[in-house]
Structure formats: structure tokens, C-alpha cells
């Protein structure tokens, strides 16, 4: 007998999955645009290394104490500190990053910082697109924007967290400036969130309360006042309440800040500093050009932004996301320039943004199994137990330590605490001991002195206080614990 074969099935072409298909369609449409922010983000995690500063330090830290003990509501780490009144304003960004250094080490920490940097980047891209700005308006503005926020947004520290709410704001409140809705209210839950995490939440609550007027202006009289009452007082959702009164005023009001603390002074045109400048005059030049392209919100929005970037360098990756986001299209009307609208797509531009895409995800993964020596090079282990042993044999020692290395030790041997001068935390000091740090550097004379006097220990930056160093160890007794690293440790004679 002769078996009957098995009817064949047609099973027809092979079609990829939808999902799969709409993100070929976006690759080879946007394929530009993915290529260059890909770049870019390579560029930025490839930069992680020794990324881990004070502010980082300063946050595990603080972290470790919120978990451990609660919030805390005085200074008990520094000697110049001890006993004052304390808020810790960024309590859940730091318990968050605790919480996963704990889990993953500075490799989550940095992965974490790099996804919340980065989305908040391609947020506002996605914004600027929806908003009719062509790929080639885009990447007009992204060269400069991009150098401005390198600045502002590389390092590890508890602001990453602000990024993505501030871009999720800006984008509620411009399109409220467009449709009003009830919608925008959204951004009050998002600003009591953003008080628990970073002290840039005032900066959201201006934006929000200036929709709130212009609202008001324009005859939505009722919510817009309503807007703008409610956004200050989410400053204050937070279990410090009315204790953060004092602590806004003395950060945000603090002369002694803007004098001496480099990140609080204004910008100056420099070989850093001009993309910032030249931006400033572009954003500036399309907002007087544009007729439609910007409502007058809008361009408050950049003007505010613009104001606080003068006022303080560490504003400026603030401008640039607004810029990023809100420029395009005012440079699509002041330059039109029309194309189908598949122009751009092609198999080989595709082919490239997908391998970038790929390869900063690979990267990505990559950096975060390295070793924590990685991102921590600048403090040597060695280093802090030579400080740690030298502290040991008198425990009366005290221990003057540079800012970039006091939240560092602290963390690492949580037994210093209250032997420590200062830390990262200069709103807890006064204007006097701000003064004392700020002259420890002057290469002339003996300025340094003053700061120094009563502590056995010095943990100093090679690069920056070479001349306290070598003054130091000229006198009877001293000698040196470690070099290297960019770190001197100088013990005194007791």
C-alpha cells in the first residue's frame, strides 16, 4: 500500500511582527535624528567614568542615614555644622539612590542616571517633532544644546531625577498654552513630587504658576489663579512642610553662594562656555523672528529659562532642554523648508540609526557590569584608610577634608562622622567658614591658614591646593600619609 502524501500548506510571505515593523518605519523616517542623539548618548555614558563626585557621595550618604534613621532635622556629621538646624530637602532622591547602590552598586547608580538623562533628552526631541519642526530644525539647534547640557547633566547626582519632570512639565504647559485644558493640572502632583527629590522644583513651580497668570490674563481667570496659587505651595508637600521656608531662603538667597561657588555664579564667555552664549543669541534672534511659531507663553518659558542661566551656570541645561524642545518649530517658520514627507527614509541611514541604537544599548549594559573602581577612581581605597588609621591612634584628631573628598569619606567610614570640617552641604554653613573655603586655594600668601587651624589631618586635592600642600609639609613634624590618585593626605604633628 502506498501511503497518500500530506497536502501541502501555502504558508504565504513571511510578515514581521507589527511592533517590529513601526520601529523600522521610525528608524528610517527619524534615521538622522536617532543616529546623532545616539551618538551623543555614547559619547555620554563612555563619560561615566569618574563620574562619581561630592554630590554622589553626599547622596549615598544621605541615603544610608534616611533608611537607617529617618529624616534627619539637624547636622551631625561636620564639625562647623554640628547642632544646626538641618532639612534634607533631597530626601527620596537620596534614599532611592541608596536603595539601589544597595542592589546593583555604582553601576545601577550610573545606569539609572544615564536612562533618566537620556529619556528626559529624547522626551523633548519627541516634543519638538510633534510640534511640525523637521529633522534638519532639530538638528540645527541639537550641537549646542547637546555641549550645554554635557555640562549640566554628566554627573552622577540626586538632580538626574529632575530632568524627566521638568521636561513633563514644560510639555503640559505648552500645550495648555495651545488648548487649554484641565489637563494641565497634572503638573501639581509632578512638582510635589519633584520637592521630595530636588531643590530645582522652584524653577518648576515658576513655570507653572507663569502659565497660571497667563492663563488668568487671557480669561481662564479662575483656574489660572488657581494654577498659580497651587504651584508655590507644592514646594511644600513634603514631611518637612514649612521647615523648607528657611532652607529655600538660605540656598536660593544665599549671597555668599553666588560669590564663591562656582556653579552659582553667573557664566562667562569662555572656550567652555561660548555654545551656551551662542545658543542664547539664536533662541533669542528666532523668538524676535517667529510671528506663530511660539505663543507668548512660550516664549516667556524660554525667556525665564534663559534669566536663570545667566544668573547661575548650573541653570543652563535647564535652557537648553526648553530650547531643545521649543525652537524647532519657530526655525521651521523663520527658514521653511519643505520635503515629502519620506525624504530622509533609506534602507542604509536606517541600517546606521539601528546600529547606533543597538550599540548604546549594548554600551549601556556594559557599563553597568563594570567594577565599581570604574567610576571611582579619583578615591582610592588605600587612601581612605590611610586617613581612617591615622584617625584611629587619636581620637581626638580632627580631619579638614577637601569638599570633593568629605561626603566620600563619610560614606566609606561612617565612623569620621562629626570628625569631619564641612561637607558638600554648604547650606548649613555661614557666610565666614563659605569664605574660609573659598580662600583655602589662593595660591598667595597664607589665607589657607585660617581654615586649617586645630586639624591634625588634611585630605587635600593635588590639582588645586598644591600650594597649601607644599607648605604644609614644610613645617616641623608633618609628614605624608598618601599621594596619588589626585589625593594628598598630610598628617600634622599633634
Given at each position: 500500500?502506498?501511503?497518500?502524501?500530506?497536502?501541502?500548506?501555502?504558508?504565504?510571505?513571511?510578515?514581521?511582527?507589527?511592533?517590529?515593523?513601526?520601529?523600522?518605519?521610525?528608524?528610517?523616517?527619524?534615521?538622522?535624528?536617532?543616529?546623532?542623539?545616539?551618538?551623543?548618548?555614547?559619547?555620554?555614558?563612555?563619560?561615566?567614568?569618574?563620574?562619581?563626585?561630592?554630590?554622589?557621595?553626599?547622596?549615598?550618604?544621605?541615603?544610608?542615614?534616611?533608611?537607617?534613621?529617618?529624616?534627619?532635622?539637624?547636622?551631625?556629621?561636620?564639625?562647623?555644622?554640628?547642632?544646626?538646624?538641618?532639612?534634607?530637602?533631597?530626601?527620596?532622591?537620596?534614599?532611592?539612590?541608596?536603595?539601589?547602590?544597595?542592589?546593583?552598586?555604582?553601576?545601577?547608580?550610573?545606569?539609572?542616571?544615564?536612562?533618566?538623562?537620556?529619556?528626559?533628552?529624547?522626551?523633548?526631541?519627541?516634543?519638538?517633532?510633534?510640534?511640525?519642526?523637521?529633522?534638519?530644525?532639530?538638528?540645527?539647534?541639537?550641537?549646542?544644546?547637546?555641549?550645554?547640557?554635557?555640562?549640566?547633566?554628566?554627573?552622577?547626582?540626586?538632580?538626574?531625577?529632575?530632568?524627566?519632570?521638568?521636561?513633563?512639565?514644560?510639555?503640559?504647559?505648552?500645550?495648555?498654552?495651545?488648548?487649554?485644558?484641565?489637563?494641565?493640572?497634572?503638573?501639581?502632583?509632578?512638582?510635589?513630587?519633584?520637592?521630595?527629590?530636588?531643590?530645582?522644583?522652584?524653577?518648576?513651580?515658576?513655570?507653572?504658576?507663569?502659565?497660571?497668570?497667563?492663563?488668568?490674563?487671557?480669561?481662564?481667570?479662575?483656574?489660572?489663579?488657581?494654577?498659580?496659587?497651587?504651584?508655590?505651595?507644592?514646594?511644600?508637600?513634603?514631611?518637612?512642610?514649612?521647615?523648607?521656608?528657611?532652607?529655600?531662603?538660605?540656598?536660593?538667597?544665599?549671597?555668599?553662594?553666588?560669590?564663591?561657588?562656582?556653579?552659582?555664579?553667573?557664566?562667562?564667555?569662555?572656550?567652555?562656555?561660548?555654545?551656551?552664549?551662542?545658543?542664547?543669541?539664536?533662541?533669542?534672534?528666532?523668538?524676535?523672528?517667529?510671528?506663530?511659531?511660539?505663543?507668548?507663553?512660550?516664549?516667556?518659558?524660554?525667556?525665564?529659562?534663559?534669566?536663570?542661566?545667566?544668573?547661575?551656570?548650573?541653570?543652563?541645561?535647564?535652557?537648553?532642554?526648553?530650547?531643545?524642545?521649543?525652537?524647532?518649530?519657530?526655525?521651521?517658520?523663520?527658514?521653511?523648508?519643505?520635503?515629502?514627507?519620506?525624504?530622509?527614509?533609506?534602507?542604509?541611514?536606517?541600517?546606521?540609526?539601528?546600529?547606533?541604537?543597538?550599540?548604546?544599548?549594548?554600551?549601556?549594559?556594559?557599563?553597568?557590569?563594570?567594577?565599581?573602581?570604574?567610576?571611582?577612581?579619583?578615591?582610592?581605597?588605600?587612601?581612605?584608610?590611610?586617613?581612617?588609621?591615622?584617625?584611629?591612634?587619636?581620637?581626638?584628631?580632627?580631619?579638614?577634608?577637601?569638599?570633593?573628598?568629605?561626603?566620600?569619606?563619610?560614606?566609606?567610614?561612617?565612623?569620621?562622622?562629626?570628625?569631619?570640617?564641612?561637607?558638600?552641604?554648604?547650606?548649613?554653613?555661614?557666610?565666614?567658614?563659605?569664605?574660609?573655603?573659598?580662600?583655602?586655594?589662593?595660591?598667595?600668601?597664607?589665607?589657607?591658614?585660617?581654615?586649617?587651624r586645630g586639624f591634625r589631618i588634611l585630605v587635600l586635592d593635588r590639582t588645586v591646593?598644591?600650594?597649601?600642600?607644599?607648605?604644609?609639609?614644610?613645617?616641623?613634624?608633618?609628614?605624608?600619609?598618601?599621594?596619588?590618585?589626585?589625593?594628598?593626605?598630610?598628617?600634622?604633628?599633634?
Open positions: 500500500m502506498h501511503e497518500e502524501a500530506a497536502p501541502r500548506v501555502s504558508l504565504g510571505p513571511l510578515v514581521p511582527p507589527r511592533p517590529l515593523v513601526r520601529a523600522w518605519r521610525f528608524l528610517a523616517d527619524e534615521s538622522l535624528l536617532v543616529l546623532c542623539t545616539s551618538i551623543f548618548a555614547i559619547a555620554f555614558v563612555l563619560r561615566l567614568s569618574g563620574q562619581v563626585n561630592q554630590d554622589a557621595w553626599l547622596a549615598v550618604t544621605g541615603g544610608r542615614s534616611v533608611v537607617d534613621h529617618g529624616l534627619p532635622h539637624h547636622e551631625t556629621w561636620t564639625i562647623w555644622g554640628a547642632g544646626k538646624a538641618f532639612v534634607d530637602q533631597q530626601w527620596l532622591a537620596q534614599a532611592v539612590l541608596y536603595v539601589v547602590h544597595a542592589a546593583g552598586g555604582w553601576g545601577l547608580v550610573a545606569g539609572l542616571h544615564a536612562l533618566l538623562t537620556l529619556g528626559a533628552i529624547a522626551f523633548v526631541l519627541v516634543v519638538a517633532r510633534r510640534r511640525g519642526a523637521s529633522q534638519r530644525s532639530v538638528l540645527m539647534l541639537l550641537p549646542l544644546s547637546f555641549f550645554c547640557l554635557i555640562f549640566s547633566t554628566w554627573q552622577i547626582r540626586t538632580q538626574s531625577f529632575a530632568y524627566l519632570l521638568f521636561a513633563g512639565c514644560l510639555w503640559l504647559l505648552v500645550e495648555d498654552a495651545r488648548r487649554p485644558s484641565s489637563r494641565v493640572f497634572w503638573c501639581l502632583p509632578l512638582l510635589a513630587l519633584w520637592g521630595n527629590l530636588h531643590g530645582s522644583v522652584v524653577l518648576g513651580a515658576g513655570l507653572v504658576a507663569l502659565r497660571g497668570l497667563d492663563g488668568a490674563a487671557r480669561g481662564r481667570r479662575l483656574s489660572g489663579l488657581a494654577l498659580a496659587v497651587l504651584a508655590p505651595a507644592m514646594l511644600f508637600v513634603s514631611p518637612y512642610g514649612a521647615s523648607l521656608v528657611g532652607y529655600y531662603h538660605d540656598t536660593l538667597f544665599n549671597p555668599a553662594f553666588s560669590s564663591m561657588l562656582n556653579e552659582w555664579q553667573p557664566p562667562t564667555l569662555g572656550a567652555l562656555s561660548w555654545p551656551f552664549f551662542a545658543l542664547a543669541i539664536g533662541v533669542v534672534w528666532l523668538t524676535g523672528r517667529s510671528r506663530t511659531a511660539l505663543t507668548r507663553y512660550e516664549r516667556l518659558a524660554l525667556l525665564a529659562t534663559l534669566v536663570g542661566a545667566l544668573s547661575a551656570t548650573r541653570n543652563i541645561g535647564w535652557f537648553a532642554f526648553a530650547a531643545i524642545m521649543l525652537c524647532p518649530s519657530a526655525l521651521e517658520e523663520v527658514f521653511p523648508f519643505r520635503t515629502p514627507a519620506h525624504a530622509g527614509r533609506s534602507r542604509a541611514n536606517g541600517l546606521a540609526a539601528a546600529g547606533t541604537a543597538v550599540a548604546l544599548v549594548a554600551l549601556l549594559g556594559a557599563t553597568v557590569a563594570r567594577p565599581a573602581s570604574w567610576f571611582t577612581e579619583p578615591y582610592p581605597a588605600a587612601a581612605g584608610q590611610a586617613i581612617a588609621r591615622a584617625a584611629a591612634t587619636d581620637p581626638r584628631a580632627r580631619i579638614f577634608a577637601d569638599v570633593h573628598y568629605a561626603d566620600w569619606l563619610l560614606w566609606a567610614h561612617p565612623e569620621l562622622a562629626g570628625r569631619i570640617a564641612f561637607d558638600a552641604r554648604f547650606e548649613v554653613l555661614s557666610r565666614r567658614q563659605i569664605a574660609q573655603i573659598y580662600n583655602f586655594n589662593d595660591v598667595y600668601g597664607s589665607s589657607w591658614r585660617p581654615a586649617t591646593s598644591s600650594g597649601p600642600i607644599a607648605a604644609l609639609l614644610r613645617e616641623p613634624g608633618t609628614r605624608l600619609l598618601y599621594s596619588g590618585h589626585g589625593i594628598a593626605v598630610v598628617e600634622r604633628r599633634a
